[in-house]
């Protein structure tokens, strides 16, 4: 069984920076892609970007220039470091991931944490 725990949300002012960050936890696995999404109030949940082993990116359009992802693949982290945020950037925000566990690929989200974009 494999856990995503996601931290670093909370209250910021609109052009202010933020850092969230997102830890795998469990036994004998290994992560290939991960993920962030967010889900505004009232709206769907969207990709905001994404990170493969390799360290490759994308982002969505809304944030690129402003939000940084990345990762340690020793630590099993992916963080998300977002800058000149904006109260449209308000919205909860989950952690993704594709991991493999005895040769299985299952995606897994984590719980989700709140970042409020004040203006």
């Known amino acids: 069984q494999v856990q995503l725990v996601e931290s670093g949300g909370g209250l910021v002012q609109a052009g202010g920076s933020l850092s969230l960050s997102c830890v795998a936890s469990g036994n004998s696995f290994s992560v290939n892609i991960m993920r962030w999404y967010r889900q505004p109030p009232g709206n769907q949940r969207e990709l905001v970007a994404d990170i493969d082993n390799g360290g490759n990116t994308n982002y969505a359009d809304s944030v690129k220039g402003r939000f940084t992802i990345s990762r340690d693949n020793a630590k099993n982290t992916v963080y998300l470091q977002m800058s000149s945020l904006k109260p449209d950037d308000t919205a909860v925000y989950y952690c993704?991931?594709?991991?493999?566990?005895?040769?299985?690929?299952?995606?897994?989200w984590g719980q989700g944490t709140q970042v409020t974009v004040s203006s």
């Open positions: 993704n991931a594709d991991i493999w566990i005895m040769k299985r690929l299952a995606n897994y």
